[in-house]
């Protein structure tokens, strides 16, 4: 159900923005790119950790076992550097929105998106098919299973890449958007009361003179003004 659900929502995403003129714009590009690496956890990693999880052991191809590995962490790293794709767009688009389309063009756009992609697999099939996650003291899987038992300094490297540095970006941009949000707030706040007050001030002086020639028993603030003796 989870594997179903998870295929069939980021394809529906993927399809209503690429198909929707109104919704292909450059934001969007980001979120094509992050629905195409959840859409793949779907179709490639989950349906082997479903037979991990039904049989208890590794049941297709040894050769297969590593492919995979490479395929889960990569879709994930891509999973993280596209939120931080998508935060670095936004803090520009609320930053400075008269300039946003100058800066964030479709091809700089797509070559962000291809970086980091390639970041992602690098990070994850290069070390992997050359070794690099054995250096050190790595543990052996048991026989008959599949799993991703790495050394302490490429658990350090590849995390530190693929996480917590985007992680840190993703942190820092979401904050300056909300300070500048805030910054923005107070200045249409200020700009909305200045307005009303001058609009205020213009009705007052509009109305005010014409009160001292208002007709005998005029309703002024409630106090009936009486009628001057003949």
Known sequence: MVIVLTAAANSLLIVLICTQPALRNTSNFFLVSLFTSDLMVGLVVMPPAMLNALYGRWVLARGLCLLWTAFDVMCCSASIL??????????????????????????????????????????????????????????????????????????????????????????????RILLAARKQAVQVASLTTGTA??????????????RWDEPPGFQSRGVSTPPVPS
């Open 82 to 175: 596209n939120l931080c794709l998508i935060s670095l767009d936004r803090y520009l688009l609320i930053l400075s929105p008269l300039r946003y389309k100058l800066r964030m063009t479709a091809p700089r756009a797509l070559a962000l998106i291809l970086g980091a992609w390639s970041l992602a697999a690098l990070a994850s099939f290069l070390p992997l098919l050359l070794g690099w996650h054995k250096l050190g003291n790595a543990r052996t899987p048991a026989p008959g299973q599949c799993r991703l038992l790495a050394s302490l300094p490429y658990v350090l490297v590849a995390s530190g890449v693929t996480f917590f540095m985007p992680s840190g970006a993703i942190c820092f941009t979401y904050c």
């Open 197 to 210: 007050g001058q609009a205020l001030e213009t009705l007052q002086a509009t109305i005010l003179p014409q």
